[in-house]
């Protein structure tokens, strides 16, 4: 996303990648204080923030233009494979000497088959495999795939709320069906849980916010936000909000279905507030290297996040050492693929597509 009016969005990829990290050292650091835990845990929404703003930066980005499905997926092929594909060979060849196995004892052709043509998503057994984390990779894909419908379907507000509201019917009869007719397992539970229909709804509110967004009331409403000085307030509010839902002791108000309502209202507050709160140069370079990071940050997870543990004075101690060592070094390493890896195959796909057309073109 080009700088600018939409920096925003950078911001809060940003913001979407502290909480991944966050779940991850949490999940990974026993006998931490339970309001910590819980504040940790809800680091999860944070993918489904990362839907969200997939969702409105694919909108923008293609507002005022027609859709040319082969340039479009050329050029996510090249922003999403290359790093992927890197992750896919690394992990399992990290976890099997971690646990002193021979690499094809826990992965196998069929893995490597479905996670390299992102087709792991519908298979229970492979959804999260290969690559950690790469079932919100394969549920990128999946939506893109289903572009051409959506686009096709979606062409104003009042589409995408009925959109919205239904993909929230299907999510949750996705949930209740998969849970009667399978047996409750650890595997089945990650592959409902992670699911492309369970996140659907988080990228059909990232278009509806776009629709809203575009509307003369959305645009008064921000400059009246801006002018008034109480943008701090309201993002201030929504961050109270969000730590009210962490912290509740019903279960239901936690629902990933729930708390894709509540990010959704957060990114909503962002764009119309323009706070620096979260739109700053911090999040916001977070943000341009999330990709990276999010892929990278499961490494230094396993290596450095033990090593805090064992020099802390305490659990929660441990917790904070380990997440500042985890982040601190994925960052690092992140801007080093992004520049090295991550713009060049960006760069190619680009190239390749401005070809194609020039060739198309002169024949």
Known sequence: MSSGRYDYIDALRGVAICGVLTIHVGLASPDIHFLLLKLSEYGAVGVKLFFIV????????????????????????FRIAPMFYIAGIVYPYVFSVNSNHNIWNDYNLYDYILTFTFLHGFFPEAINKVVPGGWSIACEMIFYAALPFLLHF????????????????????????????????????????????????????????????????????????????????LVMGVLGLLIMVALSPYRHVQDPLVSIVVISIFVLATA????????????????????????????????????????????????????????????????????????????LGRRLTVRSRSVAVGG
């Open 54 to 77: 997939s969702a409105m930066t694919f909108c923008y980005s293609m507002s005022g233009k027609e859709f040319d499905p082969r340039t479009f997926y050329i050029r996510r092929f």
């Open 154 to 233: 979606i062409t104003n507000m009042k589409r995408a709320l009925i959109a919205t509201f239904f993909s929230f019917l299907l999510a949750y009869s996705w949930r209740l069906s998969m849970r009667f007719f399978f047996d409750a397992s650890e595997m089945m539970d990650n592959f409902i849980l992670f699911g492309f229909l369970s996140n659907l709804p988080a990228f059909l509110c990232g278009i509806s916010i776009y629709q809203f967004l575009k509307t003369s009331f959305a645009q008064g409403l921000a400059l009246r936000l801006r002018r008034n000085f109480t943008a701090e307030v």
């Open 272 to 347: 119309l507030s323009g706070t620096r709160l979260i739109n700053n140069k911090l999040f916001r370079y977070l943000g341009v290297v999330s990709y990276s990071l999010y892929l990278v940050h499961f490494l230094f997870l396993m290596i450095l996040l033990p090593i805090a543990q064992r020099l802390a004075i305490s659990p929660d101690a441990g917790f904070v050492v380990g997440f500042i060592l985890v982040s601190s070094f994925s960052v690092c390493v992140a801007g080093i693929t992004y520049r090295y890896i991550e713009i060049p195959m960006i760069e």
